[in-house]
């Protein structure tokens, strides 16, 4: 790994002790969304195409890939076609619950012997340094108590010359069409909940500040968006966002950390179904990438 001074020396230091810095390193945010049906549905729509193209030219047959929160699997599967023949990928997630839904996809997709599957927490994960030749995380360090911690972590079980990826969305720049009052305080009530939760919601401009923090030197900056504009995506992605809003976890904090009352959930859930009725709805996600080489 690039430890050429002193500074990055003990960033590597802070990282290979991770594994025995005990209750320090374990994850102290609360994950926003939860893992209700209405979060999955967009999950499962994530592909390496359409959410970790800045990803694909780094991979080739034969890696040792990690994939740290992997969801529901879907960029997992992907992943593994992309090292294969010869390539493994290990995918990880803090939520037990999710990786049975990863398995069964993995296996449907006839991928099983090539995936493997734990439950980890990204600020210590229990894997030897210099495992993998790439480590991606997709829309994780949003949701994390310490992105930098999680960075070098994931940089410590990064083999040298390897690959750390990840990808993030930045909600103060999501944008849409037309304006829809509601959706502006639906955007500020998430904001201000996901902070409480100990997230950053605009983590895709903090991620090349949080990679060199980390001790990466070398850090390639990119962003891609993902955008909404027929009928039929704008239907679905404010269908989902409705129902994430009134009934998810997301939800459930919301109206116990006193950020909102039900009747605000719902008013914000209407103004989703509102936006999403016009025919000329149009929304699009700014998310942030970078690829850190070890």
């Keep these: 790994m690039d430890a050429t001074d002193a500074t990055d020396a003990t960033d590597a230091t802070d990282a290979g002790n991770a594994a025995d810095a005990g ?12 893992h209700h049906e209405s979060v999955l549905r967009s999950h499962r729509w994530r592909t390496a195409e359409n959410s970790a193209a800045y990803l694909i030219g780094e ?29 493994r990928v290990t995918a990880v997630d803090a939520a037990e619950g999710v990786l049975a839904q990863a398995r069964a996809h993995v296996a449907d997709r006839g991928l099983d012997g090539a995936v493997s599957f734990a439950v980890a ?21 949003q949701h994390v108590g310490d992105p930098v911690r999680a960075l ?43 902070r409480a939760n100990g997230g950053e919601p605009d983590a895709g401009r903090h991620l090349r500040a949080w990679a060199r ?36 976890a997301y939800a459930d904090v919301a109206v116990r950390g006193g950020h909102a009352t039900p009747d605000d959930l719902a008013a914000a859930a209407g ?11 149009w ?11 070890a």
């Design 23 to 34: 209750n320090a390193a374990k994850e102290t945010a609360v994950y926003t969304h939860g």
């Design 59 to 87: 991979l080739r047959p034969g890696m040792a890939v990690l994939d740290v929160g992997c969801g529901p699997g879907t960029i997992t599967a992907d992943l593994a076609e992309l090292v294969a023949p010869g390539g």
């Design 121 to 141: 927490d990204v600020h210590a994960l229990d894997f030897p340094d210099d495992s993998f030749d790439v480590v991606h995380a997709h829309q994780v360090l």
């Design 152 to 194: 070098r972590e994931m940089r410590r079980v990064c083999r040298p010359g390897g690959i750390v990826a990840a990808r993030d969305a930045d909600y103060a720049a999501m944008t849409w069409y037309p304006a829809t009052p509601g959706l502006d305080g639906w955007l500020d009530l998430y904001r201000r909940v996901a």
């Design 213 to 248: 923090q980390a001790g990466f030197t070398d850090v390639t900056s990119s962003a891609t968006a993902w955008c909404f504009a027929t009928p039929e995506e704008t239907a679905w992605w404010s269908a989902l966002w409705a129902d994430r809003t009134g009934a998810s």
């Design 271 to 281: 103004a989703w179904h509102t936006w999403g009725a016009s025919p000329d709805a």
């Design 283 to 293: 929304f699009a996600v700014l998310n942030a990438e970078i690829l850190c080489r």
